[in-house]
DNA sequence: CGGCAATGTGTTTTT
DNA sequence: CACATTGCCG
C-alpha cells in the first residue's frame, strides 16, 4: 500500500495499529484521509477482516462521506465494516438484543417531535398548563439528563424546586410510556447498549470480541453516554483510534464535552497522541483569518496551524442591504464562478440557522441553478410522509400509540378527541395499548383497517406495502381530491417516499419492514436525491468535515451568527462555541471565502436591524476586499437604540409620486419610478439599482 | 365532530 | 411570517 501522500505525523497516526492513539487533528489537516487511510491499512496490509472495524462518525452525512472513501480504497469489502453514526450503532446493538432488554425486535423509534407530542400528552393527563410548563422545554431537560446519563429515579433525587419535581414526574411517565409503546427515543440509542452491557458481560465480551479496532472520528463531540459506549466496547483490547479537535467542538447543546479528548490520555494508559498541524486546504489569508477568530477564545489550547498553499485571493466581504440584497450578491457572484468555469460542487453557501436558507433557493430556484440542501424542513417532518410512516410504524408495532395517536384520525373518519382519550384512559387503567384497548365503535373500523394491513404486510415488499396503506387508508384519494398545488406537492412527496424506499429495496434486497423504519428513522435528510453538479446548502453544523473550494457565509449579524440566545444569557461559554461553529465555517474552504452579512433583516414578520458580527471584526481589516461602500458602520450599541425605535413614520405620512426625487440613508439620491400602495419603487445609481422601498420608511426622504 | 376564524407564539444547532 | 392552539358555531 502506498503511503507517500502522508507527512511524517499521518503515517505514524496510519501504522500505529495497535493500543490507544489520540490524533489531535486541527481544520484540513487531512483527518479523514489518515482515518480512512489506516481502516485500509488495517484490512490490505494488516489481514485485519472489515468485520472487527467499527467506525463512529457524527452525523450521517459524514459516515456516508467515509464509506465512500473506503469503498474506493478498498472496494466493496467496506461494506462489511460497521462505520455508522453512535445512533445507528446503538440501533444495531439494540436489533440483537432486544429481547433481553425487554423490548421486541421491531421497537419503534421516536424522533424528537414525537417525544415532544408525548411530553404534551403526558401534561394533558396531569392536568398541568404547557404555557408554563413549556413541553419542548422538558423534553430538552429530559433528552439531557438522559444524555448526562441521568436515570428518571436519579434524577427524581435530585429534583427540589416545584418546577424540577414536575419534570421528575413526565420523566417517570415518559419512560413509562415509552416502554409500554416498545418505543425508543434516540437517547435510548446510546442509554439501552450501555445498560445491556452494564448487565451482561458476556454479551460486552461478544462485541468487544467483534470489534477489535475502532476508530472515533471528531471525538471533542461526544457527551457522556458516547464517551462511555467507546469506552466499554474498546475496554478489552484499547485498539481505539479518537481523531478530534477542540477547537471545533460544537455540539455543547447535546451534552458534548469537549474535556473527553483532553482526558483521553488520562483514560488510556500509555497512549500514543500525534498532533497533525500542517493545513493542506485552504490558503494562508483563509487560514489566516479563522486563526483570528479562534484566537479570540480564552478557553483553548494553543495550536499553530499552518499552510504551504500561498496567499490565494482576498475574502470578499459584502455587506447587504437586507436579506434579499445578500441573496442577490451571492447569486451573481455564485453566476461569476460558474461562468469561469467552477464546478458547481466545489460551491456552498452556509449559514447558522436552516430559517435562512429559503431565500437562497429562491434565487437559486429564479435562476435555474441547481442546489442540494441538507437538513432543515426536512422530507420526514412533512405531514403526509408522517402519517405514512405513522402508519407503518402501527402496523410494524401496534403497541406503538404515539403512531396510533397520530393516524387514528387521518384522513378524518370521525374519531374525535373524546373517543381518543376514552380509549388512552382504557388503555392506562387496564396496562394495555391503545390498540388493544379499542372493542367497539368507529375506531373498532380503524382497527380492522389496520388488521388488513398488518396481513397484507407479510406478503408484499415494502414499495407495494406502501401503495397499498396510501390505497386502502384513502390518503392518496384525499390529495388527489383536494386538487390544490398544495395537495400537487404532497403527493410528489409521497412519490418521492416510493423512491426512497425503492431504493433501499434495491440496495439490500428485500428488506423487513422493521429495519426500513428503524434505518429512516435515523436520517434527517433523503441521501438519494443528492445530486452531483449542484451547489450545496447547509447550516455550519452540518457542513462540519466537508470543504469545498469556494464558501459563503451568510447572516455574520449580531444576534444570529453569533445567535442570539447565546449572547442573551451572557454565557460566554456558549459564546466561544458561538466562535468555534464560525472557526469551523471558515476553514472549510479551499480557495476563497465570501462573508456576508445584512444590515436589515426580516424576522417574525417585521424589519430589525442588525450589527456587524463580531467576528467579522475579528479579522484582521488587510485579509478583506470591501465590495461595497463604506458608511459609517452601526456599532452593537446604537443598534439596541435603533432597534427600540420604530423604522417607520407614526404620522405625517408622506405621499409620493412618479418622478419624485428622493434620498435614502443607504442608497442616496434616487427617482420614484412606480407607487404601488405604500411600497415604492426606486432607482438607485450604480450600484444599488433599482430597489423597492417602505414609503412610510425613516431612512427615506424627499428632497 | 369538523371547520373556521381569532388569537397567540415562537426560531439555533443534530441523532 | 407561519404555524399551532383555542374558541365558537353548525
Given at each position: 500500500m502506498n503511503l507517500d501522500e502522508l507527512n511524517k505525523e499521518q503515517k505514524e497516526a496510519v501504522l500505529t495499529t495497535n493500543g490507544p492513539i489520540l490524533v489531535l487533528a486541527g481544520?484540513?489537516?487531512g483527518k479523514t484521509k489518515v482515518l480512512t487511510t489506516k481502516i485500509a491499512y488495517l484490512i490490505?496490509?494488516?489481514?485485519?477482516?472489515?468485520?472487527?472495524i467499527l467506525a463512529i462518525t457524527f452525523t450521517n452525512k459524514a459516515a456516508r462521506e467515509m464509506k465512500d472513501r473506503l469503498v474506493r480504497l478498498v472496494?466493496?469489502?467496506?461494506?462489511y465494516s460497521q462505520i455508522s453514526t453512535f445512533h445507528s450503532f446503538g440501533v444495531r446493538i439494540l436489533r440483537e438484543n432486544a429481547e433481553i432488554l425487554?423490548?421486541?425486535?421491531t421497537f419503534s423509534i421516536v424522533d424528537a417531535d414525537d417525544s415532544e407530542t408525548l411530553v404534551k400528552r403526558i401534561l394533558k393527563e396531569m392536568d398541568l398548563d404547557p404555557k408554563y410548563y413549556n413541553p419542548k422545554n422538558i423534553r430538552n431537560k429530559i433528552s439531557s439528563s438522559k444524555n448526562d446519563m441521568v436515570s428518571s429515579t436519579e434524577y427524581d433525587k435530585y429534583a427540589f424546586g416545584e418546577f424540577e419535581k414536575v419534570v421528575s414526574e413526565v420523566y417517570k411517565r415518559y419512560e413509562t410510556k415509552l416502554k409500554k409503546s416498545d418505543a425508543v427515543d434516540f437517547d435510548d440509542l446510546l442509554l439501552l447498549p450501555i445498560k445491556l452491557f452494564k448487565e451482561h458481560p458476556d454479551i460486552l465480551d461478544k462485541y468487544q470480541e467483534k470489534y477489535k479496532y475502532i476508530l472515533i472520528d471528531e471525538?471533542?463531540?461526544?457527551?457522556d453516554a458516547q464517551y462511555t459506549l467507546s469506552k466499554m466496547i474498546s475496554?478489552?483490547?484499547?485498539?481505539i483510534c479518537c481523531v478530534g479537535d477542540?477547537?471545533?467542538?460544537?455540539?455543547g447543546f447535546r451534552g458534548?464535552?469537549?474535556?473527553n479528548i483532553l482526558n483521553f490520555e488520562k483514560d488510556y494508559k500509555n497512549a500514543k497522541v500525534i498532533k497533525?498541524?500542517?493545513?493542506?486546504?485552504?490558503?494562508s489569508t483563509i487560514l489566516d483569518a479563522a486563526n483570528d477568530v479562534i484566537s479570540?477564545?480564552?478557553?483553548r489550547k494553543e495550536k499553530n496551524l499552518w499552510s504551504t498553499?500561498?496567499?490565494g485571493e482576498k475574502i470578499t466581504y459584502y455587506k447587504a442591504y437586507n436579506g434579499r440584497d445578500e441573496a442577490f450578491f451571492a447569486i451573481r457572484e455564485i453566476k461569476n464562478l460558474i461562468k469561469k468555469?467552477?464546478?458547481?460542487?466545489?460551491i456552498a453557501i452556509i449559514y447558522?440557522?436552516?430559517?435562512?436558507?429559503r431565500i437562497f433557493e429562491e434565487e437559486l430556484l429564479r435562476e435555474n441553478i441547481p442546489y442540494n440542501i441538507v437538513?432543515?424542513?426536512?422530507?420526514?417532518?412533512r405531514k403526509e410522509i408522517k402519517d405514512i410512516l405513522a402508519y407503518l410504524k402501527l402496523i410494524n408495532n401496534d403497541k406503538d400509540d404515539i403512531s396510533l395517536n397520530r393516524i387514528i384520525n387521518v384522513p378524518k373518519r370521525g374519531i374525535g378527541a373524546k373517543t381518543v382519550s376514552n380509549i388512552a384512559d382504557k388503555s392506562n387503567d387496564l396496562n394495555i395499548s391503545m390498540y388493544e384497548a379499542i372493542t367497539t365503535g368507529k375506531e373498532y373500523e380503524f382497527k380492522k383497517l389496520i388488521e388488513d394491513l398488518k396481513e397484507a404486510s407479510q406478503s408484499r415488499t415494502i414499495t407495494e406495502l406502501i401503495d397499498y396503506v396510501l390505497d386502502k387508508t384513502g390518503i392518496e384519494q384525499e390529495y388527489k381530491n383536494e386538487k390544490s398545488i398544495e395537495s400537487e406537492v404532497r403527493l410528489e412527496n409521497l412519490d418521492e417516499f416510493r423512491t426512497v424506499a425503492k431504493s433501499f429495496e434495491e440496495r439490500d434486497g428485500i428488506v423487513s419492514l422493521s429495519d426500513f423504519l428503524q434505518e429512516i428513522?435515523?436520517?434527517?435528510?433523503?441521501?438519494?436525491?443528492?445530486?452531483?453538479?449542484a451547489i450545496n446548502l447547509m447550516t455550519v453544523h452540518s457542513v462540519k468535515g466537508l470543504e469545498f473550494d469556494y464558501v459563503f457565509i451568510v447572516g455574520l449579524e449580531e444576534g444570529l451568527f453569533p445567535h442570539m440566545n447565546a449572547l442573551e444569557k451572557g454565557s460566554i461559554t456558549e459564546l466561544e462555541e458561538e466562535r468555534r461553529l464560525c472557526y469551523v465555517a471558515l476553514t472549510r474552504a479551499r480557495e476563497k471565502l465570501y462573508l456576508l452579512n445584512a444590515k436589515v433583516r426580516v424576522k417574525f414578520g417585521d424589519e430589525t436591524t442588525n450589527a456587524v458580527s463580531r467576528f467579522i471584526e475579528e479579522i484582521?481589516?488587510?485579509l478583506l476586499d470591501k465590495a461595497f461602500k463604506e458608511e459609517p458602520s452601526i456599532t452593537v450599541s446604537e443598534v439596541k437604540k435603533i432597534n427600540k425605535?420604530?423604522?417607520?413614520?407614526?404620522?405625517g405620512e408622506v405621499e409620493y409620486n412618479v418622478g419624485d426625487n428622493v434620498f435614502h440613508q443607504v442608497f442616496g439620491k434616487g427617482k420614484v419610478l412606480e407607487v404601488n400602495g405604500s411600497i415604492l419603487s426606486i432607482a438607485f445609481p450604480h450600484p444599488y439599482g433599482i430597489k423597492k422601498l417602505?414609503?412610510?420608511?425613516?431612512s427615506l426622504n424627499k428632497i
Open positions: 481544520a484540513g489537516s490490505e496490509e494488516k489481514g485485519i477482516s472489515p468485520f472487527n472496494g466493496n469489502k467496506a461494506d425487554g423490548y421486541t425486535k471525538y471533542q463531540d461526544t457527551n475496554y478489552k483490547y484499547k485498539n477542540n477547537d471545533q467542538s460544537i455540539y458534548a464535552n469537549y474535556k497533525l498541524e500542517q493545513n493542506y486546504r485552504s490558503t479570540h477564545n480564552k478557553e498553499k500561498g496567499t468555469g467552477v464546478p458547481k460542487e466545489e447558522r440557522t436552516h430559517a435562512q436558507s437538513g432543515g424542513t426536512g422530507f420526514y417532518n428513522g435515523l436520517s434527517t435528510d433523503v441521501a438519494v436525491s443528492d445530486n452531483k453538479e484582521n481589516p488587510d425605535e420604530d423604522v417607520l413614520r407614526e404620522e417602505m414609503k412610510n420608511h425613516k
